[in-house]
Structure formats: structure tokens, C-alpha cells
């Protein structure tokens, strides 16, 4: 269905089976025509799963996406220029996401990418946006490779990365929970950029490794792992698992009873990972970024906003995901705005070291110059028990809420070589 238009497909259409549509207004070749407008508009190009293990999640972000395009065209738009968009599936797979990238680049003439969900993904999309010189958002994976060896000039990371998420968990878990440590590794660069931070901190913590299992993409049956796990009598599971194969997870989890015998901890815990499982499997404890319980200026408005645009969406509020796809094409936009054009390099100038504090967290984000992280609040949480839950989405206990500062890499330590301006071709459509 490449190539369709939103007159031919609604969006409840397009969230459900995820095509590959042009929104937010007509085709490009009519809208002079049509809107009598002596601009083109800036076009978006979404990269972003519609399947794969992070289908859930790719729908989740894109519902923030288009909530924020949305919110600028009600206000005219960017430079006096609507915003239009072009979706790619990128179905957790970093060739199709390298070739589709280049098709939106290529064959679209997007301005700009923004999407990713599979850090091999949104790596896969880096290498290319990197070539060409379009700015690109990786809203929602979080390998530290991404902001680290692997970082570019182009590239902006707004979901936290691995390493944020290991030291605002790891020393809290060395510290309340025990310092005997099982590794549950998703087989890929995400997973192992978890355990590699573990490990460091593990052994700063003078604790003790028990086992690793690596676990690959579509795993589904966890006995004989969770056998071997708890032969081992570790005092803690140190998880970085997510998507389907997480879900899966857990439910076996508690199938065994695993949980009552040994503590699970997971990196990171993405909402629409475990909405639909109910809170009896919601187990552990975890890393988050984003919650909309928290009782923090612009958070009730975000989700009322979320519920009339969204009533009937498979979520019925914004989470984690969703946060980031909002808020990055967000700040991708504002930094449009205050750059004055659409060319990459008065953009990325106008991005480094910008600092925003209307981000719905407990401290301001600041998106760091050296490696183009966004510095953002760590939430530490656990799964809620029914009995304590406030309606059916308050799925989560925040117990422990860690600084930017304090989670980050430090510059000093930081791999991130940034190609100097000089070596970034120029990219800007007229």
C-alpha cells in the first residue's frame, strides 16, 4: 500500500495495519494547487516498526508523532510551512531499515528522519542519514553505541541511553536487592550494551557474575532458560530484554514463580510492552523515563490532549514511547523554528546544547553538544500491586527518580568522535 494517501486510508487504518501512507495533508504534487500556498511544506520521514518484536511500540510512538504535527499545523505550521509526513515500516530489521531510509530520502525528499525503536535499526539509518547529511531523530532505542562509537553529527538520541538506564538501576539494585547478578542478555546491540554496563558496575560494587544467557530476537519459550537461572541461586536477574520477547518473558516468569524465588530487574520497562498482560505479570523492578501519573507541570494536560486525539487507541494514554515520538519531532520542529530554515547545519547548531525545562520531568533536558544525547530525569520503578493501583493504566510505583547528571556518561569518558561541519554534507531542499 506504498504510496497511498490519507484520503484513501483513515489513520485508525493506518495505526492497525501499519502502511506506508503519505498524512497530514494531500500528496506533495497537488498542494499548491490545492491549498493555494506559495510554500512546500517540510516533509517528515517516519522510521518506525509496524512489525516485528517492536510493532507495539512503533505504533505507540507514532500516535506522539502525530499528535505534535498536528499541534504545529493548528498554529500555521513551521516558517510559515505545514508539516507533512511519509511512513516507512522498518520491521525491526536493519537492512529494510537502511533501504527504506535511503527510499524516504531518495524517492520522497523528506527534510528530515525521525523514528527508531531496534538500536541496530536506527544505527542501520544513522550510517545513511550520515551520508547524505539529513538530521536525523532516533527517538526510542537506546544502545549506547548510538550516542557513543557509533554517534554522528546528524544524529539525535531522545530516549535515554544504555548507560543512563544501567547507572540509575545498577548501583540501586547493588545496594537494596544483592550483588549476586544472572545476566539475561537480548542477543543483539542493545542487550549486550546492558550487560556490558552491568558488568562495569557489578564489579565497582564488588559483586559476583552467576551466568549469562543470550537470548535472540523472537524467542518465545523461556523454560530452560529460567531452569538454568535459578540453578545458579543468584540474589538478582539483571534483564535487557524488551518488545514481544519480553512479554513472553514475563508471563513465564510468573508462570514458575520465578519471581517469588529470586529478584527480576529489568533495564528499561517500555509500557506497551506489558499493558496488555495486567499487573499480576507486571513484575520487578526497572528502569523508565516518562510516566503520566507523575504530578509534574503539563503532564494531566499531555494526556488529556492524548485521550480526545486517541479515544479509541489500543493505549488509552500516553507512555513512555509515545512521550518520545512527541517530543522529538517536537524539538525537532522548535529547532527549526529557531535556526530559520530547514538546512541541516543552522538545524543541528540550533539543537546542540539546547536546554528545555517544559519536558513533563522533574529536571530540564538539555541536548549535549558532544554527542547529541538528550540528558533527561531517571525513573527507577517497580510493578504496582493491584490493591495499590489508582485506575487500570497506573501500572508503576516510581521509588527512586535520579538526575541527568548522575546517570550520564561523563564527556571525559565518552567514545563519541563527532564529524566536524567541514566532513557533514550540506542537506537542504528547497
Avoid at 52 to 74: K, L, P, T
Avoid at 159 to 172: E, I, K, R, T
Avoid at 215 to 223: A, C, H, M, N
Avoid at 334 to 359: M, P
Wanted: charged share 25%.
Amino acid at each position: 500500500m506504498e504510496g497511498k494517501s490519507a484520503k484513501k486510508i483513515s489513520r485508525r487504518t493506518f495505526l492497525k495495519y501499519g502502511a506506508a501512507v503519505t498524512v497530514g495533508g494531500i500528496s506533495l504534487g497537488e498542494w499548491s494547487i490545492v491549498r493555494g500556498e506559495t510554500k512546500r511544506p517540510i516533509l517528515i520521514g517516519i522510521t518506525s516498526d509496524a512489525s516485528g518484536n517492536y510493532a507495539d511500540s512503533g505504533a505507540a510512538e507514532r500516535r506522539g508523532m502525530f499528535m505534535a504535527i498536528e499541534e504545529f499545523n493548528a498554529k500555521g505550521g513551521v516558517l510559515g510551512r505545514k508539516i507533512e509526513y511519509k511512513f516507512e515500516d522498518t520491521e525491526t530489521d536493519p537492512s529494510a531499515a537502511s533501504r527504506k531510509a535511503k527510499r524516504l530520502i531518495d524517492r520522497e525528499r523528506v527534510d528530515f528522519l525521525i523514528g527508531g525503536l531496534s538500536s541496530g535499526c536506527a544505527n542501520a539509518i544513522s550510517e545513511v542519514a550520515q551520508r547524505t547529511g539529513i538530521v536525523y531523530f532516533n527517538t526510542n532505542s537506546s544502545s549506547d553505541s548510538v550516542t557513543n562509537e557509533n554517534c554522528h553529527r546528524i544524529n539525535f538520541a531522545v530516549d535515554a541511553n544504555n548507560h543512563m538506564f544501567s547507572y540509575a538501576l545498577g548501583p540501586w539494585v547493588a545496594k537494596n536487592l544483592g550483588r549476586r547478578w544472572y545476566f539475561v542478555t537480548h542477543d543483539y546491540t542493545w542487550g549486550k550494551s546492558g550487560t556490558a554496563d552491568y558488568r562495569r558496575i557489578l564489579k565497582a560494587e564488588g559483586g559476583e557474575e552467576v551466568g549469562e544467557v543470550l537470548i535472540p530476537f523472537g524467542t518465545r519459550d523461556f523454560s530452560a532458560h529460567l531452569i538454568k537461572i535459578l540453578a545458579a541461586k543468584p540474589e538478582v536477574v539483571m534483564t535487557t530484554v524488551a518488545g514481544a520477547d519480553l512479554t513472553a518473558l514475563l508471563e513465564q516468569v510468573h508462570e514458575f514463580g520465578a519471581d517469588k524465588k529470586v529478584q527480576f530487574c529489568f533495564t528499561l520497562r517500555d509500557y506497551p510492552d506489558v499493558w496488555g498482560m495486567g499487573p499480576d505479570k507486571n513484575i520487578g523492578v526497572f528502569g523508565i523515563t516518562w510516566y503520566h501519573k507523575l504530578d509534574l507541570p503539563g503532564v494531566k494536560d499531555f494526556v488529556t490532549r492524548y485521550q480526545k486525539r486517541w479515544p479509541d487507541a489500543s493505549i488509552p494514554v500516553p507512555e513512555n514511547v509515545c512521550y518520545n515520538g512527541y517530543i522529538g519531532i517536537r524539538e525537532l520542529l522548535r529547532g527549526v523554528q529557531r535556526a530559520g530554515t530547514t538546512r541541516n547545519h543552522e538545524v543541528i547548531k540550533a539543537l546542540e546544547g539546547w536546554t528545555f525545562a517544559d519536558n513533563m520531568r522533574h529536571h530540564p533536558t538539555t541536548i549535549r553538544d558532544f554527542d547529541h544525547c538528550f540528558m533527561q530525569t531517571m525513573y527507577i520503578a517497580r510493578g504496582k500491586p493491584k490493591e495499590k493501583m489508582k485506575d487500570k493504566t497506573d501500572l508503576y510505583e516510581i521509588i527512586g527518580i535520579v538526575k541527568p547528571e548522575d546517570a550520564a556518561v561523563k564527556k571525559q569518558d565518552c567514545k563519541c568522535k563527532m564529524e566536524p561541519y567541514v566532513n557533514t554534507p550540506v542537506y537542504s531542499l528547497k
